[in-house]
């Protein structure tokens, strides 16, 4: 079974600053499984970046997303305050099938 | 523009089967991947089920495996989950997702909906 552990549990930061999302697999995930979404409270999960780096359709470019094999990554280069919302990172092709990380929650300083 | 809208009955007693429905406007059911996903406070997202209609290709999380059924209605362009001997351990949000072109991706998602069981 593939485990995915998202730290921090919560990240602090103020609209303007730098957030940096990690995701670890605990075995390696190919680059093209590797997927993030952004949920804001009541709301369904929206993909973000698929395949490690690619951006959904829509997602502004200051969302970016790097790693491989156990180690990713998730950036937001300069918070809007529409970006505070709990991040997931999601694994496909492993045991089981897709599985989540537990998850960053994005709260403003 | 993709739009799914699931349905269930929001209560359901312990030990009885669970039957949700999701509708699919905006795309058909044979094309995309579809799968559900609940989301409960105590465990997370926790993918249940996958289907690719044309591709016939079924998968279940282990955990859920002998207790849920996928399906779809092609008749109806809709998508269905039966869980059988429901406890409280399956109180949750649950999403009717699908996904094109690289198969591991959740593109599109309904709003969800809840569902309580309890006696």
């Known amino acids: 079974e593939i485990v995915l552990t998202q730290s921090p549990g919560t990240l602090s930061l103020s609209p303007g600053e730098r957030a940096t999302f990690s995701c670890r697999a605990s075995?390696?995930?190919?680059?093209?499984?590797l997927a993030w979404y952004q949920q804001k409270s009541g709301q369904a999960p929206r993909l973000l970046i698929y395949a490690t780096s690619d951006r959904a359709t829509g997602v502004p470019d200051r969302f970016s997303g790097s790693g491989s094999g156990t180690d990713f990554t998730l950036t937001i280069s300069r918070l809007e305050p529409e970006d505070f919302a709990v991040y997931y990172c999601?694994?496909?092709?492993?045991?089981?099938?897709?599985?989540f990380g537990q998850g960053t929650k994005l709260e403003v300083k | 523009q993709v739009q799914l809208q699931e349905s269930g009955p929001g209560l359901v007693r312990p030990s009885e089967t669970l039957s949700l429905t999701c509708s699919v406007s905006?795309?058909?059911?044979?094309?995309?991947?579809w799968s559900w996903i609940r989301q409960s406070p105590g465990k997370g997202l926790e993918w249940i089920a996958y289907?690719?209609?044309?591709?016939?290709?079924?998968h279940y999380n282990p955990s859920l495996r002998s207790r849920v059924t996928i399906s779809v209605d092609t008749s109806k362009n809709q998508l269905s989950l039966q869980m059988r001997s429901v406890t409280a351990a399956d109180t949750a949000i649950y999403y009717c997702t699908g996904g094109v072109g690289a198969a591991g991706k959740f593109d599109h998602w309904g709003p969800g909906t809840r569902l309580t069981v309890s006696s």
């Open positions: 999601q694994q496909y092709g492993g045991s089981p099938m897709f599985s």
């Open positions: 075995q390696s995930v190919g680059i093209r499984d």
């Open positions: 905006g795309a058909s059911v044979r094309r995309y991947f």
């Open positions: 289907i690719y209609y044309s591709g016939n290709n079924i």
